[in-house]
């Protein structure tokens, strides 16, 4: 079946620091990617998406890229800020029977310091 | 905020207890999603419906249930319940049906049984 694999965190950086979470995947036929924040006590929110090979999603300075070769979609961002400090996830959408589903991974905390 | 609303946002009961868990999706959606959330299981798929009709089932133990209704709003339906039922659960929406878009979240109902 489908699987979704993140690096392990906690993730610890200083503010201005560049960070790279790393997520593979494994899906039948051509699945969507997704990355989601979750901030302390609140729900998961869309952070950026790429329906097809090659498109690089991007938002609030992250981005991803969608490699089919290596399957994989790298959350990346040049200068992390202490209010970047979440939990991120990254996912993938693919047809279910008559419908639809997100399969995710473990997520990965990031702690940003001053 | 996403523009899905889900109630209550805390309920603690205990065990062989049964308790209704409400989702209203955004505007104009017709897709709703559950998922679970907990310590050691991650994030997992429960269900799909589409404008009243269910059409995916993921990880859903025989004892949950749900519905969609006319008005597009959903509950959750979970009963005899047991100590490793505590979990966040999640309301998603979607306005693409079947199709690989992305899911918006609500805050989540945190689910504490006792």
């Known amino acids: 079946g489908d699987s979704v694999t993140q690096m392990e965190g906690p993730v610890t950086l200083s503010e201005e620091a560049f960070l790279t979470i790393n997520c593979t995947y494994t899906a039948t036929g051509y699945p969507s990617l997704f990355w989601y924040v979750q901030y302390p006590g609140e729900g998961l929110q869309l952070l950026l998406k790429a329906t097809k090979a090659d498109d690089k999603g991007s938002n609030k300075g992250f981005e991803a890229t969608y490699r089919k070769e290596t399957t994989s979609f790298h959350l990346e961002k040049g200068s992390v800020q202490v209010s970047d400090s979440a939990v991120y996830f990254c996912?993938?959408?693919?047809?279910?029977?008559?419908?639809?589903?997100?399969?995710f991974g473990t997520g990965t905390q990031l702690k940003v310091e001053l | 905020d996403s523009g899905v609303t889900q109630t209550p946002k805390h309920l603690i009961t205990a065990t062989g207890q049964r308790v209704t868990l409400r989702c209203s999706p955004r505007?104009?959606?017709?897709?709703v999603y559950w998922y679970q959330q907990s310590l050691d299981q991650g994030l997992q798929f429960l269900i799909h419906y589409y404008n009243g009709e269910e059409r995916a089932k993921g990880n859903i133990l025989e004892r949950f249930s749900a519905q969609q209704f006319p008005d597009l709003h959903s509950e959750l339906n979970l009963s005899s319940l047991e100590l490793g039922d505590s979990a966040l659960y999640f309301c998603?929406?979607?306005?693409?049906?079947?199709?690989?878009?992305?899911?918006?979240f609500g805050d989540g109902t945190r689910l504490s049984i006792l």
């Open positions: 505007s104009g959606d017709l897709s």
């Open positions: 998603a929406s979607s306005g693409t049906g079947e199709t690989r878009g992305p899911q918006h």
């Open positions: 996912a993938l959408s693919s047809p279910t029977g008559g419908g639809n589903k997100l399969t």
